[in-house]
């Protein structure tokens, strides 16, 4: 993984902080446009920019100026970087049970790891499959299977599927059943799927007893007390 380490950069940001931006941005995917430095330069001018702007926006826009620019610059990076992260962790989350279900038939069907992520990703069409797609990519440039697939690890924000990844590096590396692997992380998959659904349910009462709190209760004493509001009004 490439890290930022220009010294004409590192004269406004500090490189450990730039670095720290760009894992953020390669874990965003292809759908990344940008880099550290540019995002980087991106807040700052708009920052400044708003910070003119409210300034001169009224009498005491000095007052308030300051707290909206530094909670705009603390924002930034959230709606831009980590929120666009977490969705992407919930997908390729959401994603890994029917990826990794239809590997281990591959493999179960007598096929290696390599050829076995090959049919996957054919059969596929997730943002997974994409990533394991450059993965295949990567290979044919000189790199083997495993550090193909532990430089993907650097770009895939979710734990679970690096995880697996993990595993998968290992078991290749010490000779251990690929299979027997698969079938566990497989079953940890559906396990935790269950639970989501489980904690989903779970949470229905509460959203139920919510709407019941804002439309229902108000709705009911509204046609109990109607007639005596239109009594004592035509009285």
Known sequence: MKKVSNLVTSKWYRVDTLNKIQ????????????????????RLITSVILFI???????????????LVVFYYVMFEYLFLDRPLKQ???????EALNFF???TLTIESGRDLESAIEIT????????SDEFKKTLFEMKFGKSLMEALE?????????????IILNIVQTSHFG??????????????????????????????????????IFIIPLILLLLLGPFLIEFIGS
């Not at 894992?23 to 991106?42: E, S, Y």
């Not at 702007?53 to 707290?67: R, T």
């Not at 990703?121 to 997974?128: G, I, M, P, R, W």
């Not at 269950?194 to 229905?204: M, P, S, T, V």
């Open 23 to 42: 894992d953020k941005i390669i874990k965003l995917g292809h759908k990344a446009k940008f880099d550290a430095t540019t995002f980087m330069n991106v």
């Open 53 to 67: 702007v409210i300034i001169y926006s009224g009498d005491l826009s000095y007052i308030y100026a300051p707290f």
């Open 88 to 94: 992407r962790e919930k997908k390729l989350d959401h």
């Open 101 to 103: 279900e239809i590997l």
């Open 121 to 128: 990703c054919f059969n596929t069409k997730s943002e997974l």
């Open 151 to 163: 430089d993907m690890e650097k770009r895939i924000p979710s734990e679970i599927v690096n995880n």
């Open 176 to 213: 251990n059943s690929i299979l027997d692997t698969m079938y566990n992380q497989i079953e940890f998959l559906r396990d935790k799927q269950i639970l989501e659904i489980k904690e989903k349910i779970n949470k229905i009462p509460n959203k139920v007893s919510i709407v019941s709190v």
